[in-house]
């Protein structure tokens, strides 16, 4: 029954007229053309889908045709440049990411730049050109299947080793020419990676270039949420990457700078704990690669702050953990003189702590000599200028 108003009363009659079986007959016609109209529009929402995600893979591997053929005409010969800033103001860890020119052209990070032979070069340029649109047009080929059958994360591997590896190369190439240049080359860089993350997500030297790239924009960038927000992104893509590749030296090199990043903007408690971290992943980075010397600067830098914390900071270690972090302005130091072992005038800050250390050991003949070494180098990066003031400032008046 449904009810009327009438007045204050309320009348139910029933639903049913006398004539209800006909009425009830038009009702269900009514409700079955309805469905029939509904599924005819479900079929045509369907096929609008099926098509708009035909046409985003289409335009996707076409976009990487376009960029293969580009790399291909450069070939990117560029010099190799310093790197960005290596510096940081966080508590007993570093936020950032340069260092010099090393003689053998491998870079900060342990991987070869435009200006070095990688193995991706070696392989490309063992192709003409006419494989490589070959191989362009096999990318486009396989990508156009049907839309409800895409790649699946099985056989992303093997798509890119078959079609791909070339523009993999050429990309990674690319970033780390950018990666090594001004403000403008490393935001271009950073939208670089980003442009191509749908390709190229599940490949580990990758994915540790655009936390790279999100290490740099933390740098750039000058609000601090930004900031925040750059560092955070990248700290999350080396998290899902260190799941598959814990033996990857660049991951957990890269994921120190950026736990350090992101706990310049934390509590002391948080930052407290964040040096553990840190420190467990740059042991682990320079067990897996000994030689690197951006590994030994940020363990440098990590001792150098510890060996300098405050009484709140110690008090703060005390009560959360068993056993405080613990180093010594020596180790600050042996550590920095790994770096320059490996990679003289690896970076101006490095000679500038080296300075310190021997300052601070009441060594002033030592400090003397690297405050000398380190104004030899030129400033290149905003870190860079932030230790000439340094060294200005150590200076006797």
Known sequence: PIAVEAGAAAVYTPLLLPDGPVDVLERLDFVLKNISELRKEVEELRSSLQHLAAEIVGEVRSHLEETQKATRRRRF?????????TGSSSIYFTASSGAANTDDGESEGGYSTANAESDYDRESEKESEEGEDEVSCETVRTARRDSLDLVTEEEAPLLLDSSLEEGLGQL??????LHAGDEQEKREGFQLLLNNKLAYAHQREFLWRLARAHSDMCDLAEDAEEKRSYASDGKEELEAALQKWDRSAECHQWYTVLCGQLAEHESIQKRIQTGYVFKEHIDKAIELKPEDPKSYYLL????????HLGWLEKKTAS????APPTATVQDALQNFLRVEELSPGFSKAGRVYIAKCYRDLGNKTAAALWMNLAAELPVHTKEDAESQRELEEMRPV
């Open 77 to 85: 010969p560029f010099a190799r440049e310093r790197s960005d800033s």
């Open 172 to 177: 990674l190439q690319q970033a780390d020419r």
């Open 300 to 307: 440098g830098r990590w001792c150098y702050q510890v060996s």
């Open 319 to 322: 009560a959360l953990f068993e």
